[in-house]
T-cell receptor
Framework: AQSVAQPEDQVNVAEGNPLTVKCTYS??????LFWYVQYPNRGLQFLLK??????LVKGSYGFEAEFNKSQTSFHLKKPSALVSDSALYFC???????????????FGKGTKLSVIP | EAGVTQSPTHLIKTRGQQATLRCSPI?????VYWYQQALGLGLQFLLW???????NRGNFPPRFSGRQFPNYSSELNVNALELEDSALYLC?????????????FGDGTRLSIL
């Protein structure tokens, strides 16, 4: 069974500083990895995905994520945080093979990001 | 392009009642997923429909059920409501069975059980 760990419930960063939200995963075979953001009283918004190829993936709103196969990690990063980035961030994984259960996304428990002015 | 739409936005019920939640996917998307987001529990997978068939279900009791209509919209039914069913219910859609396709979410239905 696949799983996702987001080791930090909350991350605080000053506006203008770089931010990192951590994610590690466990899955059979190669992973498909996703990051989502959730603002209060809203659904999840897709930020970026890793399918294959370049380990550094660029996404929406200046976010990027680095895939590290040896460390089974997919950390979300942004060079300069904005107050408007404050939200709940979810990492998700599914296996790349086809078959029963392979299309089901497994989410981490989320990390609350607070960007302090 | 219209996103995933869910209705109603809020739903208030009492214990033992039945609730019906509705979801319209993005045009062209054939897969619909349902999740429960309860406070402190993250997203729990409920159900997945594709092309009108239930493809997978999460670890929820049978009183959670649903269906997908020929136009790919979906409804989630929760019978014999319990207090712990209070949560945000999120619907997502994606392009068919393409595993590399992201799921796109609606803003959810907030179900409150009194």
């Amino acid at each position: 069974a696949q799983s996702v760990a987001q080791p930090e419930d909350q991350v605080n960063v000053a506006e203008g500083n770089p931010l990192t939200v951590k994610c590690t995963y466990s899955v059979s075979g190669n992973p498909y990895l996703f990051w989502y953001v959730q603002y209060p009283n809203r659904g999840l918004q897709f930020l970026l995905k890793y399918i294959t190829g370049d380990n550094l993936v660029k996404g929406s709103y200046g976010f990027e994520a680095e895939f590290n196969k040896s460390q089974t990690s997919f950390h979300l990063k942004k060079p300069s945080a904005l107050v408007s980035d404050s939200a709940l961030y979810f990492c998700a994984v599914r296996p790349s093979y086809s078959g029963a259960g392979s299309y089901q996304l497994t989410f981490g428990k989320g990390t609350k990001l607070s960007v302090i002015p | 392009e219209a996103g995933v739409t869910q209705s109603p936005t809020h739903l208030i019920k009492t214990r033992g009642q039945q609730a019906t939640l509705r979801c319209s996917p993005i045009s062209g998307h054939t897969s619909v997923y349902w999740y429960q987001q309860a406070l402190g529990l993250g997203l729990q997978f409920l159900l997945w429909y594709d092309e009108g068939e239930e493809r997978n279900r999460g670890n929820f009791p049978p009183r959670f059920s649903g269906r997908q209509f020929p136009n790919y919209s979906s409804e989630l039914n929760v019978n014999a409501l319990e207090l712990e069913d209070s949560a945000l219910y999120l619907c997502a859609s994606s392009l068919g069975l393409g595993g590399d396709q992201p799921q796109h979410f609606g803003d959810g239905t907030r179900l409150s059980i009194l």
